[in-house]
């Protein structure tokens, strides 16, 4: 059972187009990171958001984490091929350590 | 400057056969997490130690499922009687401070050992 969900599940764009990835749960979290995972390796930190209505940019990446903190969204611009990968949103619980992953973005850009 | 690593990449198993995983996470590390991931979904935590002590053992889907960490530093998740559902990858992550992403504590993940149970 996974607290976090993603949309869309699977994405397929031109090189050049703009998409946005969201991250909904009706749960509050500390703080809520965005990973990329390519084939074979394990997810890779893109950013950590922590404050309710933050907005962080990361070259052509902007990440916002929700007022309520129950939710986040990803918005690339001018999307390349590079970008290709599996996208993960994960909470960080209020109450431990523990981190809970998204159910995954699976995003392909055609170059 | 070696990332966390797993052993073995591939693993191969017949159904009732155990098996164990290792992961070397990142020197100095004193957090670490085992995850368990389905094809094309996000990972699902299994277990968190702190140093040697296993804190959170509360994603561990059965009593089949054991992680250890006795010296603080390497650890092993061992699966007994292995099952057609236990295929899946097993990610390993160690966690430590890194400025530029938030503030926040990384973790940091190996390649994962994907696990077949014919």
């Known amino acids: 059972t996974q607290l976090l969900e993603q949309s869309p599940q699977f994405l397929s764009i031109q090189e050049g187009e703009n998409l946005t990835v969201y991250c909904n749960s009706s749960s509050v979290f500390s703080s809520l990171q965005w990973y990329r995972q390519e084939p074979g390796e394990g997810p890779v930190l893109l950013v950590t958001v922590v404050t309710g209505g933050e907005v962080k940019k990361l070259k052509r990446l902007t990440f916002q984490f929700g007022d309520a903190r129950k939710d986040s969204s990803l918005h690339i611009t001018a999307a390349q091929p590079g970008d290709t990968g599996l996208y993960l949103c994960?909470?960080?619980?209020?109450?431990?350590?523990?981190?809970?992953f998204g159910t995954g973005t699976s995003l392909t850009v055609i170059p | 400057g070696a990332g966390v690593s797993q052993s073995p990449r591939y693993k191969v198993a017949k159904r009732g056969q155990d098996v164990a995983l290792r992961c070397d996470p990142i020197?100095?590390?004193?957090?670490l997490f085992w995850y368990q991931q389905a094809l094309g979904q996000g990972p699902e935590f299994l277990t968190y130690f702190q140093n040697e002590a296993q804190l959170d053992k509360s994603g561990l889907p059965s009593d089949r499922f054991f992680a250890e960490r006795p010296e603080g530093s390497v650890s092993t998740l061992k699966i007994q009687r292995t099952q057609q559902e236990d295929s899946a990858v097993y990610l390993c992550?160690?966690?430590?401070?890194?400025?530029?992403?938030?503030?926040?504590?990384?973790?940091?993940f190996g390649p994962g050992t994907r696990l077949t149970v014919t």
């Open positions: 020197s100095g590390h004193v957090s």
């Open positions: 994960a909470g960080k619980s209020n109450t431990g350590n523990q981190f809970y």
């Open positions: 992550a160690s966690r430590g401070f890194r400025q530029g992403t938030g503030g926040d504590y990384e973790q940091y």
